[in-house]
């Protein structure tokens, strides 16, 4: 039997991180990831302050800061995914703080440690919170099949090739969390780019930088790096988001995602891409206030490679001290 579906079709879920979309979209909603809503406004600084004004403190990350305030702005979203294990340390709270508000929150669990059951169980609650089922969820992950191959390829070209750059690779597959809200449309989208991208004459960065870490808040990160000859040809986690691993099933392929579970998975992952991608240095981005900054330490040590460590704060350009570190350490990585 069917479960009855709580919300009308095209009901507008928010995300507060990479959820298995397949159960939002089985389900006719249209998934909306909030931090992706807010770095792409164009009142991000001003969101950062308003949260703040509503009381959030200053010691608290950007980002959380941001999808509160975002999310003021749009009541149209009727519903918040709230991954209160496996995200962020503030999730539950921000979580409390939007059902305080009468914003719907709907829960979801990474099980920690990564254990299939666990997921498996989570997965279904949230399909029949949804009104969906399984065998919906595992249609709608063969019909996104062919895009998330596409993301394989556009990735691809990134360090094979250098065809697609290291900030249009990030911003591609930022935006696989919701597929920018449009599945379809942005298949068409990633497909008419890689037509364009494929004719573009190969290219080989000077130095081949990786970035490791949750999404860098500044904005104009990847184009100073470009200005110093430096190309990025892996975006950590922007590539976890696209599911990379072809061929598993839906529980599998949430229990292959590094970000919600413990580092160690995260390191194997980043030492095939050192190796495979032959990257010169790796550019680890922590967010102030962000408990996944004591990650910091086990990278450096564990992985034998070149490792710059910067912070940001808010959504703004690069400040001049980071600059200069950025300059150094790309001059000590040129050939
Ligand atoms: S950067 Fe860290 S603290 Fe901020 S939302 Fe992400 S996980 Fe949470």
Redesign the pocket.
Known sequence: MLPSRPYPPGTRIGLTTTIPVEAVLAAGLIPVDLNNLFISSPWTLARVSAAEAAGFPRTI?A??KGIYATLTDHPEIEAVIVACQG????TQALGEILEAQSREVIHFKYPYPRERGQLQQELEHLLARLGTTPAAAARMQARLAPLRRNLRRLDRLTWETGQVKGEENFSYLISSSDFASDPEAYARKVAGFLGQAEKRPRRSPLVRLGMVG?PPIFTDLWDYLEELGAGVVFNEMPRQFSMPYPGLDLVEQYLRYTYPYDVFGRLADLEEAVKERRLDGLVHYT?S????QMFDQIIRERLAIPLLTIEGDRPTPLDSRTRMRLEAFVDVLRP
């Open positions: 990350c980002w959380v995200d962020c340390s503030y949750i967010q206030f962000c408990f996944r």
